[in-house]
């Protein structure tokens, strides 16, 4: 069922620069468009810290070296915001991913959708067209089921959505069910620890998902 809650405030397409009757992309960014294990990682490590591969989780993953006890979430916290606010415009493009959107450029409206705060605005969107990923942004918070429903609600075309998270994914099936969803899981140490579900394909080569993408939104 869908989770109930403040509904989002959703732009229209017009005041985003984009077009009603195109199908419509709603594409993530971490671990879909870019490494951000791999990039927060190496933040970390820079301020004595590290992320391990254990589970897929981020707050239990970060440690002092040596220990075997996580950092307490809320120091984990302080590191993921300073991220954001001066290091996410460092991340690596995850591997196909540049080359699969401008494949479906000529196809869809491309709209991407991160949950990251606020302050990530100029370097999140400077990261993205720095590496060829001109497309519209929304930095937003919580499940994205209700702000995608309002978004493809305006569109005649079809839709689809990319995440790497099972809550994103279910969020929008509840809240925008004709939506075509994609699971896509972009670093390798990842692949094995990240949940999957029969809801929602899961294709971790950008190459076959921008392929699978075309086909449901033609
Ligand atoms: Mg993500």
Redesign the pocket.
């Given at each position: 069922m869908a989770e109930s809650g403040p509904r989002p405030i959703v732009p229209t397409l017009e005041s985003l620069g984009l077009a009603r009757e195109r199908p419509l992309v709603i594409v993530?960014?971490?671990?879909?468009l870019g490494l951000?294990m791999k990039g927060f990682g190496g933040f970390v490590a820079e301020r004595g810290y590290e992320l391990r591969f254990d589970r897929f989780a981020l707050f239990q993953n970060l440690y002092r070296p040596g220990e075997m006890e996580h950092l307490e979430v809320t120091e984990g916290r302080k590191l993921f915001d300073e991220f954001f606010r001066s290091g996410c415009g460092e991340l690596e493009p995850a591997p196909g991913a540049v080359e699969a959107l401008a494949r479906l450029k000529p196809k869809a409206e491309i709209l991407i959708l991160s949950?990251a705060p606020a302050s990530a605005e100029r370097l999140r969107g400077d990261w993205l067209r720095r590496h060829g990923l001109p497309h519209t942004l929304i930095l937003s918070s919580g499940p994205k089921g209700p702000i995608t429903a309002g978004l493809t609600a305006q569109c005649s075309g079809k839709t689809a959505f990319i995440?790497?998270?099972l809550s994103n994914l279910d969020s929008v099936a509840d809240h925008s069910p004709r939506t075509a969803r994609f699971q896509h899981v972009a670093d390798p140490r990842l692949r094995a620890l990240a949940p999957r579900s029969d809801a929602h394909p899961r294709i971790d080569d950008w190459a076959q998902l921008g392929e699978a993408i075309e086909r449901a939104i033609s």
């Open positions: 993530d960014v971490d671990e879909v951000f949950n995440d790497d998270l």
